[in-house]
């Protein structure tokens, strides 16, 4: 089962534009993650933003969390043509031993 | 420090037979989490181990076990395989901080087709 819908599925965007991607899940969660995957491989930890929190910085990431509404985005500024990847958000449910995938958003960035 | 690792990186079977796949978790960390990627597609949860245990099963058949070794390594078993079960195999481990899950560091994964 998934948790989280990420919304686009996919982006395709110029060097240097910002990319904006959003994620929303349907209980209440311990902690929302961001999760990067470069060509079908092995995933890579981003950022971890916990349910007390709204708002969450790391280089070129921002992520923020919207409890109220169930929802998560996740902005990567400046973008180069490096960040061209899967992005997934995953969430710890309250009670739920599980980490938790949402469907994914696929940025392209052109160079 | 070396990351987790998996093997086989690729695996063929052929429908009907078991495939075994392989974890070695990050030193330290006492949970290990299967997932099962099915090309194109999000991450499906499998099984998640702890301190030996199985903590938490996905919505998969009981053909998909596994278990987790005094060492926190880990084995995933598919029995019975069928061609919907060709997927790239996900695992993670993660240190427990407070009964909290935090951050899952991946391997590479195993590529499995059956044919």
């Known amino acids: 089962s998934q948790q989280g819908e990420e919304d686009p599925q996919a982006l395709s965007i110029q060097e240097g534009e910002n990319a904006t991607m959003n994620c929303s899940y349907k209980?209440?969660?311990?902690?929302l993650q961001w999760y990067r995957q470069n060509s079908g491989r092995g995933l890579v930890h981003l950022i971890l933003?916990?349910?007390?929190?709204r708002e969450k910085h790391s280089g070129r990431l921002r992520v923020t969390l919207d409890t109220s509404k169930k929802s998560s985005s996740l902005l990567i500024t400046a973008s180069r043509a490096a960040d061209t990847a899967s992005y997934f958000c995953a969430t710890v449910e309250t009670g739920r031993r599980a980490l938790i995938f949402g469907s994914g958003t696929r940025l392209q960035v052109q160079p | 420090e070396a990351g987790v690792t998996q093997s086989p990186t690729h695996l063929i079977k052929t429908r009907g037979q078991q495939a075994t796949l392989r974890c070695s978790p990050i030193?330290?960390?006492?949970?290990v989490y299967w997932y099962q990627q099915a090309l194109g597609l999000g991450l499906q949860f499998l099984l998640w181990y702890d301190e030996g245990e199985e903590r938490n099963r996905g919505n998969f058949p009981p053909r998909f076990s596994g278990r987790q070794f005094p060492n926190y390594s880990s084995e995933l078993n598919v029995n019975a395989l069928e061609l919907e079960d060709s997927a790239l195999y996900l695992c993670?481990?993660?240190?427990?901080?407070?009964?909290?899950?935090?951050?899952?560091?991946f391997g590479q994964g195993t590529r499995l087709t059956v044919v």
């Open positions: 993670a481990s993660s240190p427990r901080k407070q009964g909290m899950i935090t951050e899952a560091f």
């Open positions: 030193s330290g960390h006492t949970s």
């Open positions: 933003i916990r349910s007390n929190e």
């Open positions: 209980t209440s969660i311990n902690n």
